[in-house]
């Protein structure tokens, strides 16, 4: 099993000096009309920076749904997608864009390369990082898949929080962690009850067996649960 480091709604793997972060969604607080009071470019560029400097990662992986909007990319998301940019450059971090099925006018706004699926080496390990809404194909190498797409969440004692989801041999033998959405604006999918159907992303194949964890940023600790299945006897 590849090292993963649970952070603020993101992932660090050690073993391939990589930062991995999903659904984004930038630009959903103008497309919704959300009032937040940080402003959305300006919490995902601070709490971002707060990760590089935290990780010191060679690479940032953003692993799809960077955007929100399907039809259009305004001048406001334009800018929000680049200060995220500049942010990792200017700690010394290369960003990396994987697609998700948000990203239909990504490349409005972004020139570089756009990745339906980007391989890291995790010391000796092949973590292949997808948006996770589409089943990869069948001649794939991985190890593991780190994903996003149903923006995980868990309620313990009536407070809701964002969660990761891994599972041992999860998809054709291939481990898989899924990520939170590092977007607040999202209120994410509570999946204390969730059944495999009940997840979008097909690369979920036994939901029972998956394990949730939630880090909690200001003890800097991370709360591992067990396995979803196990847990819903335990509620």
């Given at each position: 099993?590849a090292s993963?480091?649970f952070?603020?709604?993101a ?11 999903a ?6 607080a103008e497309a ?6 940080l402003g ?5 560029r ?7 400097a ?18 259009r990319?305004?001048?406001a ?5 680049g200060?995220?940019?500049d ?6 971090a290369?960003?990396?864009v ?5 990203d239909?006018?990504?490349?409005e ?5 756009v990745?339906d ?6 010391d ?5 990082v ?10 794939e190498?991985?190890?593991c ?9 868990i ?14 041999g999860q ?6 962690l899924m990520?939170p ?19 979008d ?5 036994d ?8 880090r909690?940023?200001d ?17």
């Open positions: 099993m993963f480091r952070r603020d709604r992932v660090f793997l050690p073993g391939a000096d990589a930062l991995i972060c659904d984004l969604h930038v630009g959903r919704s009309d959300v009032e937040y009071p959305e470019g300006t919490d995902l601070g709490r971002l920076e707060t990760l590089l935290d990780c010191a990662p060679a690479e940032v992986v953003f692993a799809g749904d960077v955007l929100h909007e399907f039809g990319a305004s001048l998301t334009d800018r929000s997608l200060g995220l940019v942010a990792c450059r200017d700690a010394g290369s960003p990396v994987v697609a998700g099925n948000h239909t006018v990504l490349h706004v972004w020139d570089g390369t990745y699926a980007y391989a890291l080496d995790a000796g390990e092949r973590v292949v997808r948006h996770g809404h589409e089943t990869p194909p069948r001649d190498d991985a190890d898949y780190v994903v996003g797409h149903d923006h995980p969440t309620d313990v004692e009536g407070a809701r929080r964002p969660c990761f989801l891994y599972g041992d998809f054709r033998d291939a481990d898989v990520l959405a590092f977007t607040r604006l999202a209120a994410g999918v509570a999946v204390n009850g969730m059944g495999t159907r009940d997840f992303s097909p690369l979920v194949t939901a029972n067996a998956l394990r949730p964890a939630v909690d940023p003890a800097r600790e991370t709360l591992e649960f067990p396995p979803l299945g196990e847990f819903r006897r335990m509620l």
